[in-house]
């Protein structure tokens, strides 16, 4: 039978064995909203040009668990009574082995645009981390083009409608876009691309008690401030050499490391929302990069000044707030760096997740050029001072 199959099938009958047994049991306690869900998922590769003619369909499911938020926190009501919880994917490639069979773990948002008494249409925000790629090989596989990493971030949006079949179990449709990417650490990274519809069930354990989800009014923010921050990041920049310039066949991926620190201000003006600017000190590794011959005619990378690496940038910041976590987006622009042929350009793009241990930092995030070119993935730590607003 076919592994990728297989695991399909095991995702959908696990999560009904499950739901089964626990509806028949007498002692489901009451308490936190929490809920299993198990989806399949059938759908097609896009946007992908390096993969070879006819390979094009991917097969896969999930399995999530999570917790239905009842309206303790402020931020449930504005939301509109969000799920959150940690999922793990699995998908298949029925035309071909040269993909290999990735899994992924993942944190998950999933909320209503609206919700009626049995029914909701919602939206759906995955990130987590995949692995079990085959990744390309010049001799073993020589055919996948797209992917050079063995581990790739996932992200994953969408939507669906979900009908309440009882207090306990609902069913939902929909689809998502899904795409993989190791962020420039390692060559080639084209990037995948998925589209797949699903179907899926999902039973909460909740003793037949479902959360009224009334709405309440939404209270005047009671602490705008004024925010400072700092974060420190680093990533892996790769870079392709030819065998005119190695010396040796095919190819060669040289890894660069990448350091940025920003530092940054911004104003909290509600509940759900942060707006500044700032700057990024970068370090470049990955400037100007060559080889030369070495002694022995060995073929060793060229090294430059250190301050020939140093680059500067301006930011403005938007940050959407849910609670401790945040997502934002900062469009910068390079003000100071060293020219080159092949730089990339001075306008990039930063988009990342962040969460609050109080006031630590701890983040991941993708910085980009071009609004979808990756140049690489950067985890990141830091610290705020919040200062109140004096009214």
Do not use: C
């Not at 179990?169 to 795409?179: C, D, M, Q, V, Y």
């Not at 039973?203 to 004024?226: E, I, Q, S, W």
């Not at 100071?336 to 969460?355: C, M, N, S, T, V």
């Amino acid at each position: 039978m076919n592994k990728s199959f297989l695991k399909v099938v095991l995702l959908l009958i696990f999560p009904v064995v499950v739901m089964a047994q626990a509806g028949d049991s007498t002692s489901i306690k009451q308490g936190p909203d929490f809920f299993l869900r198990g989806d399949t998922e059938y759908g097609f590769i896009i946007g992908v040009n390096d993969l070879p003619e006819g390979i094009n369909q991917v097969l896969g499911g999930n399995l999530e668990v999570g917790w239905q938020t009842t309206g303790s926190s402020v931020y449930d009501g504005i939301l509109n009574y969000p799920s959150f919880g940690f999922g793990f994917l699995t998908y298949g490639f029925p035309q071909t082995g040269i993909l290999g069979e990735p899994n992924a773990f993942y944190m998950f948002l999933n909320a209503p645009f609206r919700r009626w008494h049995k029914f909701s249409l919602n939206y759906i925000i995955r990130l987590g981390m995949s692995y079990n790629w085959e990744p390309n090989d010049p001799v073993a596989n020589p055919g996948h083009l797209v992917l050079g990493s063995f581990r790739n971030l996932y992200i994953s949006a969408g939507s669906e409608a979900q009908y309440l079949i009882g207090e306990q179990l609902s069913l939902s449709a929909g689809f998502k876009f899904s795409h993989f990417s190791n962020g420039q650490s390692s060559l080639p990274n084209a990037g995948m691309n998925l589209v797949t519809p699903h179907i899926g069930l999902k039973y909460d354990f909740n003793g037949g008690t479902r959360p009224l989800y009334v709405k309440p009014p939404k209270p005047a923010y009671p602490v705008k401030a004024m925010e400072y921050y700092f974060t420190f990041g680093n990533g892996i920049r790769q870079i392709f050499f030819n065998s005119a310039q190695t010396g040796v066949a095919p190819k060669t991926g040289v890894s660069y490391p990448v350091y940025n620190i920003s530092v940054g201000a911004q104003y909290q003006f509600g509940w759900a929302g942060k707006y500044g600017g700032g700057l990024d000190f970068i370090y470049w590794g990955a400037y100007n990069p060559d080889f030369q011959i070495g002694p022995g005619g060995i073929y060793q990378a060229v090294e430059y000044p250190f301050a020939d690496y140093l680059q500067l940038g301006v930011f403005i910041s938007y940050e959407f707030v849910l609670n401790n976590f945040s997502i934002y987006a900062q469009p910068g622009f390079r003000v100071i760096r060293k020219d080159y042929e092949g730089r990339p350009p001075d306008f990039y793009q930063h988009l990342a997740l962040k969460y609050h241990v109080h006031d630590l930092i701890l983040g991941v995030a993708i910085r980009a050029v071009n609004f979808g070119q990756a140049e690489y993935i950067e985890w990141n730590i830091g610290y705020r001072i919040r200062r109140p607003k004096k009214k």
